[in-house]
């Protein structure tokens, strides 16, 4: 059975940090691409990031990487600001292939001013 699995989402202040974590298993972690997006209450889910592609919006305060040997990807994310505020999911895409296949269950972040 695959899971992914996120963590380390909460309640932050405006300009905090907080670092996301995306357990996988079940898969061959290496051979999956993985990614992270967010929704926000009334809007769409949204792409965030992957290790090589920003969304304009976190570009300089997001930073995605991951441990192969943990099989865990990471969301670091700086300088938060309210607009943050979603529930962030990761997503795993087997290598070459376009549509993400597995999906976490979602961790709430919250971003006061």
């Known amino acids: 059975q695959v899971q992914l699995v996120e963590s380390g989402g909460g309640l932050v202040q405006a300009g905090g940090s907080l670092r996301l974590s995306c357990a996988a298993s079940?898969?061959?972690?290496?051979?999956?691409?993985m990614g992270w997006f967010r929704q926000a209450p009334g809007k769409e889910r949204e792409f965030v990031a992957t290790?090589?592609y920003y969304t304009d919006s976190v570009k300089g305060r997001f930073t995605v990487f991951r441990d192969n040997a943990k099989n865990t990807v990471y969301l670091q994310m700086n300088s938060l600001k309210p607009e943050d505020t979603a529930v962030y999911y990761c997503?795993?895409?087997?290598?070459?292939?376009?549509?993400?296949?597995?999906w976490g269950q979602g961790t709430q972040v919250t971003v006061a001013s």
């Open positions: 079940g898969l061959t972690f290496s051979t999956y691409a």
């Open positions: 290790s090589t």
């Open positions: 997503a795993a895409r087997l290598n070459g292939v376009r549509d993400y296949r597995y």
